[in-house]
């Protein structure tokens, strides 16, 4: 419960008027059994006001410990924020804040959306009760007008007669309702940021693109920015702007989701690409990633996704790589392929890629 | 919610008719009982002795002393003619239409072997007290319970928890009997600011329960119900403290569990004050289990009523249960064990309900 | 958290990409976890637990005095010293008789407490292993055959537990109040009233185990149903079994000082921590607090130390528990 955070001595400027969410250098670690996990590991992002982000990363990437930090969720201890992170939330450092007024932010001006929405409402009250309370709370509406602008979000999200709605408690909800509930919730009170960690995973496949659909039409429709979590390429080439993709706590991939997508950097992206399948690869090997993601104990000492890269080479294994400029100036990826030392062997690792993809298959992008 | 009322509750018969079945087995082989009662008395003759166990049926079978005993047998009529009662309709169902007014069923237990009262007023006159006590007992220990298990679900690991755990470790390992011993000397005998023994003051009043305490009682009600709380501070810590522990524990077990909940993340996520958090969404669930848990813990306040009624001769059931253990009193032995088993099972029928009624995930 | 490390250890080779040769140096980053035995890991994690540690150490010092102390001590039970001076009250403690002596017949307390010490301590640990080895025998019929089994073992049970059972033992007890040495049977009492939970326990596991995989496997191999209970589902039972037993110990240890408290129990001519305290009640009130408080203690730090045990041994246990 203990939910205090160490003030951080020196807060760097504001960022710009037009950026609503920008995270400096954050890292995030916790102590278990065994010693200190690092989960996030010294990331740095923005995102612009309306627009939409994804993060992506297998479990354990730390893209989940990355929401709840920024929503300041995480029980400190066992989980530490580092030193001299910062994250800036509409013009304000919201790290080293006091938590009386975090509160006032979360759920007004942030809200988020959790994987699985049937443990994460409270089964013993009923929807509308849980959504008028947030909507009392940080409107100051009384019990009347509170459950009213409860039933106008559940209208919002397209649940039928939400007038009936209002009176059931979770359990006699679909998967489906529930989650369009978790999202009235979050609307409730015109957030300017809502953050959704893996929202569909939890669906069923036929209702997770209706969730999509319903997520992607309410952001345009409200205005507010949207930073997506999830494992998901094919969710992010349907639903955000930027991408960022991350390895072991780090971000090993930044930029357009275009970019990013169809002309993929990092290895670890390109093979997470190749893994999808898909009608062009039918007969043909299905890549995979080779190996397992490193225990966070063990680390490898220079690029952490050198043991399972099919392009790694001496240099990565003794120097750590950085976050590299790629295609283009917002386009980044932490590879040495990318670095004047490894400038001649990006082009047999491009043309590598192109085969396991096997050249001409087509992204959910091009489709639309 | 009926249909599962009515399941539970024909669930229940087997169990109610099993632990007859055993009160009675049990007393029918307990040494001291009426065969052997007048057996070391020389005046009494052989013939004697064969009348008063022809009078109490003792001869019969043992089936038929049991269906006796039990109201399903009219003791009036033998064979199976037996098994109908003076109206005509079957002897076991109740005394209006049956006419029959034998045998737990109608309930009657029957009589003190010793005393030759009825077991049934004496077991009711002896509810009073130990319902007095139970109940302050019960109430004082789940207010204490839950907040001291709350606080240290929140507090964890802080001085407060570490106190409550230590204090639950204690309590837990204490016997009822010899906190009530230490109290004893402690209060009465080297402070001597509180009565040890007894519900009233026997100096200004009558014994509880007699006519003429009510008499008493009427004219006193102030200083009467003082007089009983002074005497029910000392039985009540030491129940308390003892029974206290487990409950604090698994409160704080249970908080923790719902304080690590999704939907208490939602609840914080939504802005909501720590408070609101803990204590509407949290606490809320975390009750859930605990209200199974009391109905399975009112045995051992029973259990621990015997000891604590001993101790601080409170005139209650567990005194009786001591005395009539002492004078091989055995038809009282069987009315309090069928009473109290039964009683265990109805609390946990209602304990089942209840957290049916608590709990909105539960449809029957 | 999804940040643990893998503890079943990995099998998985490593494998290198076919691009590029595999350097020796390489395997260091792959995952190679020893598979810590579970045994092992139940250990490290009770080694970690204080209060567990406490516990045995409490629970050794009480056994040590109880073997040892009535052979080393200058006093014994059933000699009752003569005092040249009587003291009603008796003596508070002093050098000579560290928890002072009883009032009337002025034994030595300790000497008393330590000769409790074995009777009470062998009544609570033969108890439970009454009880467990019933328990485990009923719940593990009750668990595998099923059906109507199952149902009456079942029902048993729920007779047993509607008994307040402490009042049960009291009348059994008494039947064997008068015999000069009763300790055996007070053990079996108990033993016959301490299984239920037991039982309750090792058939929900039973019922639980019977369908994961590993023992579908064994069976699907053709495994013998003897062979599948003592190797594949036993084993998996033990943990809790424990850590359900130190329960029962702690529980018969209070249950038999109270029904010897009350006279019920264990002949008074045989010390035990309940005979004592029911000794001692009357010369209370004259002020011999000495006489009940240390055998009472005894009981207390026993008790504590046995659930510190189970505790210690039921977070070891917990494969979800990181100490």
Redesign the interface.
Same mark, same amino acid.
Request: net charge neutral.
């Given at each position: 419960m203990t939910e205090t955070l160490a003030a951080h001595a020196p807060i760097g400027a504001p960022p710009p008027r037009d950026v609503l969410l920008e995270v400096r250098n954050l890292r995030t670690t916790?102590k &278990?059994?065994?010693g200190i &996990?690092p %989960?996030v590991d010294g990331i740095s992002f923005s995102l612009k006001r309306g627009q939409t982000l994804g993060i992506v990363g297998e479990?354990?990437s730390g893209k989940s410990v990355t929401a709840l930090t920024i929503m300041r969720l995480l029980d400190i201890p066992p989980a530490t924020v580092g030193e001299g992170s910062e994250v800036w939330f509409d013009g304000r450092e919201i790290l080293s804040m006091p938590l009386e007024e975090m509160r006032k932010i979360r759920g007004s001006e942030m809200a988020m959306i959790f994987q699985e929405p049937l443990t994460s409402l409270n089964p013993v009250f009923t929807i509308g009760d849980q959504i008028a309370e947030q909507v009392a709370l940080h409107q100051r509406l009384g019990k009347k007008a509170a459950m009213a602008r409860a039933v106008e979000s559940l209208a919002l999200v397209g649940i039928p007669s939400p007038e009936r709605r209002v009176k059931q408690y979770p359990h006699e909800m679909s998967g489906g309702m529930r989650q369009r509930v978790m999202i009235a919730m979050a609307l409730s009170c015109d957030p300017k940021l809502i953050i959704a960690d893996e929202p569909t995973t939890a669906l069923d496949v036929t209702i997770q693109a209706q969730i999509l659909e319903l997520l992607k039409d309410i952001q345009q429709r409200t205005g507010s920015a949207l930073l997506l979590i999830t494992h998901d390429l094919g969710v992010v080439a349907e639903m955000v702007d930027n991408v960022i993709v991350m390895y072991t706590g780090e971000i090993v991939e930044s930029g357009s989701v275009t970019d990013v997508l169809l002309e993929p950097r990092a290895p670890y992206t390109m093979g997470l690409l190749e893994s999808i399948p898909s009608v062009e690869k039918r007969g043909g090997r299905l890549s995979a990633i080779?190996? &397992?993601v490193?225990?966070?104990?063990?680390?490898?000492p220079a690029c952490r996704f050198?043991?399972?890269?099919?392009? %790694?080479?001496d240099r990565c294994?003794t120097v750590a790589p950085d976050l590299a400029r790629t295609t283009g100036d917002t386009h980044l990826a932490r590879c040495h392929l990318h670095t004047p030392e490894g400038a001649g062997r990006l082009p047999g690792a491009l043309e590598?890629h192109r085969t396991a993809m096997h050249v001409g298959r087509t992204l959910p992008t091009e489709q639309r | 919610m009926t249909k599962y009322v009515i399941r539970r509750v024909v669930q229940a018969i087997?169990?109610i008719i @099993?632990?007859t079945i055993?009160t009675y087995a049990?007393?029918l082989?307990?040494? @001291?009982g009426p065969q052997q009662k007048f057996a070391q008395n020389p005046r009494i003759t052989n013939e004697q002795r064969q009348k008063f166990l022809e009078a109490w049926g003792l001869l019969e079978p043992i089936p038929v002393q049991y269906g006796r005993w039990m109201g399903i047998l009219n003791p009036k009529a033998d064979g199976l003619a037996a098994l109908i009662g003076p109206t005509g309709w079957p002897n076991f169902l109740p005394t209006p239409i049956s006419g029959s007014d034998n045998g737990v069923l109608h309930g009657d237990l029957g009589y003190s072997i010793d005393s030759g009262d009825l077991v049934g007023a004496r077991i009711i006159r002896a509810a009073l007290p130990t319902a007095i006590l139970a109940s302050v007992a019960l109430f004082v220990w789940l207010t204490i319970a839950i907040l001291l298990g709350v606080f240290a679900a929140i507090k964890r690991y802080s001085i407060f928890d570490q106190f409550a755990t230590i204090f639950a470790?204690?309590g837990?390992?204490?016997?009822?009997?010899?906190l009530g011993?230490?109290l004893?000397?402690q209060f009465g005998?080297?402070w001597k600011i509180l009565p040890v023994s007894g519900m009233t003051d026997i100096r200004v009043s009558p014994p509880f329960g007699s006519d003429a305490y009510w008499v008493y009682f009427g004219k006193n009600p102030v200083a009467s119900v003082l007089d009983i709380g002074r005497h029910l501070i000392l039985p009540v810590v030491t129940l308390v403290v003892v029974n206290i522990a487990g409950d604090s524990r698994f409160i704080r077990a249970s908080m923790l569990e719902t304080l690590g909940q999704d939907y208490v993340r939602t609840a914080k996520a939504k802005g909501l004050p720590g408070r609101v958090v803990t204590f509407k969404h949290a606490l809320r669930n975390a009750l859930l289990p605990v209200v199974t848990n009391i109905g399975l813990e009112i045995?051992f306040l029973?259990?621990g009523a015997?000891?604590t009624e001993?101790i601080f001769s409170w005139p209650g059931i567990g005194k009786l249960?001591?005395d009539s253990?002492n004078q091989s009193d055995y038809t009282i #032995?069987m009315g309090?064990?069928l009473i109290?088993?039964?009683l265990?099972?109805v609390a #946990?029928l209602i304990a089942d309900v209840a957290y049916a009624f608590v709990d909105p995930r539960i449809k029957y | 958290?999804?940040?643990?490390?893998?503890r079943e250890g990995?099998t998985?080779s490593?494998?290198?990409?076919? /691009?590029?040769p595999a350097?020796a140096?390489?395997e260091?980053?792959?995952?190679?976890?020893q598979s810590l035995g579970q045994m092992e890991l139940v250990w490290r994690k009770f080694r970690q637990h204080h209060?567990a540690l406490i516990g045995v150490g409490i629970l050794f010092v009480i056994f040590a005095a109880a073997i040892f102390g009535p052979i080393f001590l200058p006093y014994a039970v059933d000699n009752i010293p003569r005092p040249d001076k009587i003291a009603y009250a008796g003596n508070p403690p002093s050098l000579k008789h560290p928890m002072g002596e009883t009032g009337g017949l002025q034994w030595d307390v300790l000497t008393l407490v330590v000769n409790g010490a074995r009777t009470s301590l062998l009544i609570g640990f033969s108890s439970m292993i009454i009880g467990v080895t019933i328990g485990t025998v009923v719940g593990a019929i009750s668990g595998f055959v099923g059906g109507f089994v199952d149902n009456l073992l079942m $029902? =048993?049970v729920?007779?047993?537990l /509607?008994?307040?059972?402490?009042?049960?033992i009291? !009348?059994?007890a $008494?039947?064997f109040k008068d015999n000069r040495d009763n300790v055996w049977q007070i053990i079996i009492i108990f033993g016959l009233f301490s299984w239920m939970g037991v039982s309750r326990l090792v058939r929900s596991l039973f019922l639980s185990i019977r369908e994961r995989e590993f023992v579908e496997a064994a069976k699907a191999v053709g495994v013998s149903d003897r062979r599948i209970i003592f190797r594949h589902i036993l084993p998996n039972a033990i943990s809790p079994i424990v850590v359900a037993a130190s329960l029962i110990v702690?529980g018969n240890i =209070?249950g038999e000082?109270?029904v010897s408290?009350?006279g019920?129990g264990v002949n008074p001519y045989t010390p035990t921590w309940g005979n004592i305290?029911s000794n001692?009640?009357t010369f209370?009130?004259v002020?011999n607090?000495w006489w009940?408080?240390f055998p009472?203690l005894a009981?207390?730090?026993? !008790?504590?130390a046995v659930?510190?045990i189970g505790d210690g041994l039921r977070d070891a246990f917990d494969p979800r528990s990181?100490?």
């Amino acid at each position: 419960m203990t939910e205090t955070l160490a003030a951080h001595a020196p807060i760097g400027a504001p960022p710009p008027r037009d950026v609503l969410l920008e995270v400096r250098n954050l890292r995030t670690t916790f102590k &278990v059994l065994d010693g200190i &996990v690092p %989960a996030v590991d010294g990331i740095s992002f923005s995102l612009k006001r309306g627009q939409t982000l994804g993060i992506v990363g297998e479990s354990g990437s730390g893209k989940s410990v990355t929401a709840l930090t920024i929503m300041r969720l995480l029980d400190i201890p066992p989980a530490t924020v580092g030193e001299g992170s910062e994250v800036w939330f509409d013009g304000r450092e919201i790290l080293s804040m006091p938590l009386e007024e975090m509160r006032k932010i979360r759920g007004s001006e942030m809200a988020m959306i959790f994987q699985e929405p049937l443990t994460s409402l409270n089964p013993v009250f009923t929807i509308g009760d849980q959504i008028a309370e947030q909507v009392a709370l940080h409107q100051r509406l009384g019990k009347k007008a509170a459950m009213a602008r409860a039933v106008e979000s559940l209208a919002l999200v397209g649940i039928p007669s939400p007038e009936r709605r209002v009176k059931q408690y979770p359990h006699e909800m679909s998967g489906g309702m529930r989650q369009r509930v978790m999202i009235a919730m979050a609307l409730s009170c015109d957030p300017k940021l809502i953050i959704a960690d893996e929202p569909t995973t939890a669906l069923d496949v036929t209702i997770q693109a209706q969730i999509l659909e319903l997520l992607k039409d309410i952001q345009q429709r409200t205005g507010s920015a949207l930073l997506l979590i999830t494992h998901d390429l094919g969710v992010v080439a349907e639903m955000v702007d930027n991408v960022i993709v991350m390895y072991t706590g780090e971000i090993v991939e930044s930029g357009s989701v275009t970019d990013v997508l169809l002309e993929p950097r990092a290895p670890y992206t390109m093979g997470l690409l190749e893994s999808i399948p898909s009608v062009e690869k039918r007969g043909g090997r299905l890549s995979a990633i080779k190996g &397992v993601v490193p225990s966070p104990f063990n680390l490898p000492p220079a690029c952490r996704f050198e043991p399972r890269c099919p392009y %790694a080479w001496d240099r990565c294994r003794t120097v750590a790589p950085d976050l590299a400029r790629t295609t283009g100036d917002t386009h980044l990826a932490r590879c040495h392929l990318h670095t004047p030392e490894g400038a001649g062997r990006l082009p047999g690792a491009l043309e590598h890629h192109r085969t396991a993809m096997h050249v001409g298959r087509t992204l959910p992008t091009e489709q639309r | 919610m009926t249909k599962y009322v009515i399941r539970r509750v024909v669930q229940a018969i087997p169990v109610i008719i @099993g632990i007859t079945i055993v009160t009675y087995a049990l007393m029918l082989a307990a040494p @001291g009982g009426p065969q052997q009662k007048f057996a070391q008395n020389p005046r009494i003759t052989n013939e004697q002795r064969q009348k008063f166990l022809e009078a109490w049926g003792l001869l019969e079978p043992i089936p038929v002393q049991y269906g006796r005993w039990m109201g399903i047998l009219n003791p009036k009529a033998d064979g199976l003619a037996a098994l109908i009662g003076p109206t005509g309709w079957p002897n076991f169902l109740p005394t209006p239409i049956s006419g029959s007014d034998n045998g737990v069923l109608h309930g009657d237990l029957g009589y003190s072997i010793d005393s030759g009262d009825l077991v049934g007023a004496r077991i009711i006159r002896a509810a009073l007290p130990t319902a007095i006590l139970a109940s302050v007992a019960l109430f004082v220990w789940l207010t204490i319970a839950i907040l001291l298990g709350v606080f240290a679900a929140i507090k964890r690991y802080s001085i407060f928890d570490q106190f409550a755990t230590i204090f639950a470790y204690v309590g837990f390992a204490m016997p009822t009997f010899w906190l009530g011993l230490m109290l004893i000397f402690q209060f009465g005998v080297a402070w001597k600011i509180l009565p040890v023994s007894g519900m009233t003051d026997i100096r200004v009043s009558p014994p509880f329960g007699s006519d003429a305490y009510w008499v008493y009682f009427g004219k006193n009600p102030v200083a009467s119900v003082l007089d009983i709380g002074r005497h029910l501070i000392l039985p009540v810590v030491t129940l308390v403290v003892v029974n206290i522990a487990g409950d604090s524990r698994f409160i704080r077990a249970s908080m923790l569990e719902t304080l690590g909940q999704d939907y208490v993340r939602t609840a914080k996520a939504k802005g909501l004050p720590g408070r609101v958090v803990t204590f509407k969404h949290a606490l809320r669930n975390a009750l859930l289990p605990v209200v199974t848990n009391i109905g399975l813990e009112i045995p051992f306040l029973f259990t621990g009523a015997i000891v604590t009624e001993t101790i601080f001769s409170w005139p209650g059931i567990g005194k009786l249960t001591i005395d009539s253990i002492n004078q091989s009193d055995y038809t009282i #032995n069987m009315g309090i064990l069928l009473i109290t088993s039964s009683l265990v099972v109805v609390a #946990n029928l209602i304990a089942d309900v209840a957290y049916a009624f608590v709990d909105p995930r539960i449809k029957y | 958290m999804a940040h643990e490390p893998d503890r079943e250890g990995s099998t998985m080779s490593p494998s290198q990409p076919n /691009s590029t040769p595999a350097p020796a140096e390489a395997e260091d980053y792959e995952i190679n976890l020893q598979s810590l035995g579970q045994m092992e890991l139940v250990w490290r994690k009770f080694r970690q637990h204080h209060l567990a540690l406490i516990g045995v150490g409490i629970l050794f010092v009480i056994f040590a005095a109880a073997i040892f102390g009535p052979i080393f001590l200058p006093y014994a039970v059933d000699n009752i010293p003569r005092p040249d001076k009587i003291a009603y009250a008796g003596n508070p403690p002093s050098l000579k008789h560290p928890m002072g002596e009883t009032g009337g017949l002025q034994w030595d307390v300790l000497t008393l407490v330590v000769n409790g010490a074995r009777t009470s301590l062998l009544i609570g640990f033969s108890s439970m292993i009454i009880g467990v080895t019933i328990g485990t025998v009923v719940g593990a019929i009750s668990g595998f055959v099923g059906g109507f089994v199952d149902n009456l073992l079942m $029902r =048993i049970v729920d007779v047993m537990l /509607s008994l307040p059972l402490l009042f049960v033992i009291l !009348v059994i007890a $008494r039947f064997f109040k008068d015999n000069r040495d009763n300790v055996w049977q007070i053990i079996i009492i108990f033993g016959l009233f301490s299984w239920m939970g037991v039982s309750r326990l090792v058939r929900s596991l039973f019922l639980s185990i019977r369908e994961r995989e590993f023992v579908e496997a064994a069976k699907a191999v053709g495994v013998s149903d003897r062979r599948i209970i003592f190797r594949h589902i036993l084993p998996n039972a033990i943990s809790p079994i424990v850590v359900a037993a130190s329960l029962i110990v702690a529980g018969n240890i =209070i249950g038999e000082a109270f029904v010897s408290f009350l006279g019920f129990g264990v002949n008074p001519y045989t010390p035990t921590w309940g005979n004592i305290l029911s000794n001692a009640r009357t010369f209370l009130l004259v002020g011999n607090w000495w006489w009940p408080a240390f055998p009472g203690l005894a009981i207390v730090l026993t !008790v504590l130390a046995v659930n510190f045990i189970g505790d210690g041994l039921r977070d070891a246990f917990d494969p979800r528990s990181r100490a």
